[in-house]
């Protein structure tokens, strides 16, 4: 709809996706670890603007990969549901960890918005963060947030807005892999194009598919492959 964006919270578990969702939304959503069992997205929304930003709490994971359901749930709303701008909420105390889930998520989607959270206690124990540096590099833009304190929250809704106007655009930096699995990517990429179109990442699928993950790939042929079909 119009004037209306998604907006998916993204990170590692406890890094504060649930109080930066509350403290936006002012919803009242309290998560826990369900493993094995159905998970559940708590989505809530904000104005801003003169626009509608709906917020999804996606499940706290390390990757995104086949591991588990919750990674499975976040990483096919994040590919296959494409929110306008996905938030991927770091701790600022373990930033070398955190990166991990980044720079996957910089691989699978273009409107990325690094929040890093958790800026009090970092301060506290002397952690100084260069965002400016780290936008450079990342190529999306870099947020020191404290989402307890409601820290941050002006420039991290602005830059959300500026993103979903086109006033930024995000430039995502690509991992560069060792020259045996490029050659690879050089490969099967273009027949990956083929199938996928510019609604996923080929790049990323062609990484999937050099991991040899088959679920990924089921999740591909239900959502993509059949829809391009009966077309
Ligand atoms: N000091 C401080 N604590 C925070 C901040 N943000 C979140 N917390 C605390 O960090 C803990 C984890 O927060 P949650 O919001 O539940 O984290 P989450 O990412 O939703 O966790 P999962 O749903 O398990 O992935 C809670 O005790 C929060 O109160 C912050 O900016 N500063
Ligand atoms: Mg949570």
Request: glycine share 6%; with cysteine; net charge negative.
């Amino acid at each position: 709809m119009e004037n209306e964006y998604r907006i998916a919270l993204a990170g590692n578990p406890n890094t504060g996706k649930s109080t930066l969702f509350n403290a936006l939304t002012g919803l009242r959503q309290h998560t826990g670890n369900w493993a094995g069992k159905t998970v559940s997205l708590a989505k809530g929304s904000l104005a801003f603007k003169e626009k509608t930003f709906h917020l999804i709490d996606l499940p706290g994971t390390y990757s995104l990969f086949s591991n588990s359901t919750d990674e499975e749930v976040a990483r096919n709303y994040i590919v296959f549901e494409k929110p306008d701008v996905t938030l991927v909420v770091l701790d600022a105390t373990s930033l070398e960890r955190n990166f991990n889930l980044a720079l996957q998520v910089l691989e699978m989607t273009k409107n990325v918005v690094v929040c890093i959270n958790l800026i009090d206690v970092a301060e506290q124990q002397g952690i100084h963060i260069n965002e400016r540096l780290l936008t450079n590099r990342l190529g999306v833009p870099v947020i020191k947030i404290s989402a307890r304190n409601k820290k941050g929250f002006p420039m991290l809704l602005d830059t959300i807005d500026r993103i979903v106007t086109g006033a930024i655009e995000c430039n995502p930096v690509q991992l560069k892999y060792p020259e045996e699995i490029e050659e690879k990517i050089r490969q099967i990429e273009p027949k990956v194009l083929e199938v996928v179109g510019n609604q996923i990442s080929s790049r990323w699928v062609s990484l999937r598919l050099l991991d040899g993950d088959a679920t990924l790939l089921d999740e591909i042929s239900k959502r993509l492959i059949r829809e391009e079909v009966w077309e």
